[in-house]
């Protein structure tokens, strides 16, 4: 009669080490990056990434251009996971705010 009840006691006891264990942490994401992976160079000039730095300062942004504290899948926007493609920090930017490309030079 005390060992039909062993395989139970097994199962339980598997189940109480299992709820026991660590569960390994997610790998962290891919650090950001200011230049794209191929060759370390931004696509855009020195001048506008300035004018960029400047504007997200000034107006509280955290480095991507959006509001503090804003998540993002894979914790960062530049990281597609999907293709395993990291973009420009700076090109991410001017694509959500392409009023950064003038410099304000221009005649209207």
């Known amino acids: 009669m005390r060992f039909r009840m062993l395989p139970g006691l097994i199962l339980l006891l598997g189940a109480a080490v299992a709820l026991q264990l660590p569960v390994p942490a997610p790998p962290p994401p891919p650090a950001p990056h200011d230049a794209p992976a191929t060759g370390g160079q931004s696509a855009v000039d020195e001048q506008l ?3 960029i730095d400047e504007w997200i300062a000034r107006n509280g942004l955290n480095t991507y251009g959006d509001p503090p504290g804003t998540m993002y899948m894979g ?3 530049l990281f597609d996971e999907g293709t395993g493609a990291v973009k420009d920090r700076y090109l991410y930017i001017l694509e959500k705010h392409p009023e950064l490309k ?3 030079s221009r005649r209207r």
């Open 49 to 51: 990434r300035r004018r």
């Open 75 to 77: 914790g960062t926007p």
């Open 102 to 104: 003038d410099d304000g």
